[in-house]
């Protein structure tokens, strides 16, 4: 039962340098997101995606972008990668909920930590 | 707007004290609350939530938080540390904008115990 699986788990990128980072959950989850965290901020979230095809802005969303082509996965691109971006990135997923039951945790992967040099 | 203040970014403890991590929560309608913790080059585990009904909540690894409306907190607690404790802490708080869950953090808490 893997949960959230992030892909990869350590990379070092030079400035300027492109790069995506995978997600794919395996608990048919409709929400995927991505966060970053850094040391005394929590997460912030970078974008989100409420279904396959949809996706959206979150609280950090410049320079990166995303897309959800298949329901289980959700990738996260940088496109000319700067050293702000050196952070340790989360994905996460989460059923929706319905009624009374709205209040559904999200669920993590074990992250990819970034080092942009 | 919502959002989170966990009051202490470290604590420290001895093995068998009193584990207190303390979070309050800004919410204009009735929160969704909830506990994270992380070990060391892990992601985030879920410890407990409260949605609606008892307002003491208990969780995984023998922790439990208590709900308090009057004084918008949800503070972590554990009778007794254990070494395996030792990790990070989050305390978040559930919004509903944009037709999704948002999930707000708090800046987390680092719990050290020491033997």
């Known amino acids: 039962n893997a949960g959230v699986t992030q892909t990869p788990k350590f990379r070092v990128l030079k400035t300027g340098q492109s790069m995506t980072l995978l997600c794919a959950q395996d608990?048919?989850?409709?929400?995927m997101y991505w966060y970053r965290q850094d040391p005394g901020m929590g997460l912030r979230l970078i974008h989100y995606?409420?279904?396959?095809?949809?996706?959206a802005k979150g609280e950090v969303p410049d320079g990166y972008n995303v897309s959800r082509l298949k329901k289980q996965n959700f990738l996260l691109g940088l496109e000319s990668a700067a050293p702000s971006q050196t952070s340790v990135y989360f994905c996460?997923?989460?059923?929706?909920?319905?009624?009374?039951?709205?209040?559904?945790?999200?669920?993590f992967g074990d992250g990819t930590r970034l080092s942009i040099l | 707007a919502q959002s989170v203040t966990q009051l202490g970014s470290h604590v420290s403890v001895s093995e068998g004290a009193l584990v207190l991590l303390r979070c309050n929560y800004s919410?204009?309608?009735?929160?969704?609350l909830f506990w994270y913790v992380q070990y060391p080059n892990q992601g985030l585990q879920l410890l407990l939530k409260?949605?609606?009904?008892?307002?003491l909540v208990k969780g995984i690894n023998g922790f439990e938080a208590e709900f308090k409306k009057s004084e918008t907190s949800f503070h972590l607690t554990k009778p007794s540390a254990h070494m395996s404790d030792a990790a990070e802490y989050f305390c978040?708080?559930?919004?509903?904008?944009?037709?999704?869950?948002?999930?707000?953090f708090g800046a987390g808490t680092r719990l050290a115990v020491h033997p």
């Open positions: 978040a708080v559930m919004g509903f904008s944009g037709g999704y869950n948002k999930l707000i």
């Open positions: 919410s204009s309608v009735p929160p969704y």
């Open positions: 996460a997923s989460s059923s929706p909920g319905t009624g009374e039951d709205l209040g559904q945790p999200q669920h």
């Open positions: 608990m048919n989850h409709e929400y």
């Open positions: 995606s409420v279904g396959e095809g949809t996706t």
């Open positions: 409260y949605t609606t009904g008892a307002t």
